[in-house]
């Protein structure tokens, strides 16, 4: 009854379950035999060898590493330096012999001194010990400064100073109140921030060149100076008289840019009037003198009718300006007289108008024309006499 239940059983199998059983038992028993026969070749020894190569093979694939892109690997042979790698995939003796360590080249670090950055928006606290610092002028200044790094040598960074970020803040304090305590406390406050930053940045770099500690100072950044809290209030009012003392200042010298112009202005046209009447006496004297020697030639030819012209013209200067009497000499008797005033050649009181200009040439125009007439009035006397 049994035989016939485990041939339905076998029946409802699916096939190929019953040929993988078939195949499995007759693989086995072949095994079975093959070991048996050559039992003697696994000993402990074989079985102890084919372990370890298997853990040396794991212990060598523990070598591989790879490095990432801005990244580096410093390989270290029992503490040594061996080689520094590159971004990609490598290969090395796995520990203990050798170890690599991971550097990143490309990552922005920074440092703060004098000040702690909180986080998440929150405010700066202040580190006293740090922050506080002594003029040259004998008075403190509480400074917060950021300083902002990056490794260019990974080999130096890791093997020639032991806490590089410590030496480094070290460092940056004692420069930075080096160059705070050769500086005044209102060029700190005022106009030498820049010329202050330029020259902690550059001691900085120095000095960790000279401990070839593989890093170079991307920047640094004065964050806050300020007077202590304590003498707060006074240092403004301070600030407000500079700013006070700075405004009178502008507002002289820009009163002093207008007044100055104006008055070299008024000083350059002074000298050219003085110029101008130089020029006038000057050719007025030359003038005279050309015509006195035209006179004096004349008179040389002709004294007598020199002479004559010359009191006539004299004359004629003299009365033009006065009042004119007109008196008959031939009539014994009583003769009354009027003053005749010419309206041409005398204006009315009331008229303020400045007389007229008469050019030299019209001068000498109207002297010749008086020199005729008196010559003509004189030539009925002459033949009188």
Same mark, same amino acid.
């Given at each position: ?7 339905t059983?076998?029946s409802?199998?699916?096939d ?7 195949h ?18 696994f ?62 080249? +490309?990552q #922005?670090?920074?440092? &703060?001194?004098?000040? %702690? ?6 405010k700066?606290?202040?580190? /006293? $010990? ?36 410590a030496?480094?803040?070290q ?5 930075e ?7 005044n406390m ?34 640094v ?8 809290e +304590?003498? #707060?209030?006074?240092? &403004?009012?301070?600030? %407000? ?10 507002? /002289? $010298? ?13 000083a350059?046209?002074?000298?050219l ?24 030639v004349e ?15 004299a ?31 005398r204006?009315?009181?009331e ?13 000498a ?5 008086g ?15």
């Amino acid at each position: 009854m049994s035989s016939e239940k485990h041939s339905t059983k076998q029946s409802q199998q699916p096939d190929w379950k019953f040929e993988f059983e078939k195949h499995w038992k007759t693989f086995y028993r072949k095994s079975a035999d093959y070991l048996s026969g050559r039992r003697h070749r696994f000993s402990a020894l074989g079985i102890a060898a084919f372990i370890g190569g298997g853990m040396l093979l794991i212990w060598l694939a523990g070598g591989v590493y790879i490095i990432d892109e801005g990244n580096r690997g410093v390989v270290s042979r029992f503490g040594a330096y061996r080689e520094t790698t590159k971004p990609g995939p490598h290969w090395h003796l796995p520990a203990p012999i050798e170890k690599v360590a991971v550097v990143n080249v +490309e990552q #922005q670090r920074f440092i &703060e001194v004098g000040y %702690r950055d909180s986080g998440r928006g929150g405010k700066a606290s202040g580190v /006293a $010990q740090e922050s506080l610092m002594l003029t040259t002028d004998e008075n403190i200044v509480n400074v917060r400064l950021a300083v902002q790094y990056q490794i260019n040598n990974a080999r130096d960074y890791l093997f020639n100073v032991k806490d590089n970020e410590a030496t480094l803040k070290q460092l940056t304090e004692s420069v930075e109140r080096a160059v705070i305590g050769a500086s005044n406390m209102d060029y700190v406050l005022t106009e030498g921030r820049s010329d202050i930053v330029a020259q902690i940045k550059s001691d900085i770099q120095a000095g960790m060149d000279d401990y070839k500690a593989g890093i170079v100072i991307a920047s640094v950044n004065l964050q806050d100076a300020q007077p202590p809290e +304590e003498v #707060q209030g006074a240092f &403004e009012d301070a600030i %407000r008289a500079r700013e006070d003392k700075q405004r009178l200042i502008n507002e /002289a $010298q820009a009163y002093s840019n207008e007044i100055i112009p104006k008055a070299r202005g008024a000083a350059a046209r002074l000298l050219l009037e003085a110029e101008a009447y130089e020029a006038e006496k000057v050719a007025k004297a030359k003038g005279e003198t050309e015509r006195f020697e035209q006179l004096l030639v004349e008179y040389d030819k002709a004294p007598a009718i020199t002479r004559k012209r010359l009191f006539l013209e004299a004359k004629e200067k003299l009365f033009s300006s006065t009042n004119k009497v007109i008196v008959d000499a031939g009539q014994s008797a009583p003769q009354l007289y009027m003053p005749l005033q010419n309206p041409v050649l005398r204006q009315p009181a009331e008229s303020k108008s400045p007389p007229t200009e008469i050019s030299a040439d019209t001068a000498a125009v109207e002297r010749n024309h008086g020199s005729k007439a008196a010559a003509n009035s004189l030539r009925p006397s002459r033949s009188r006499s």
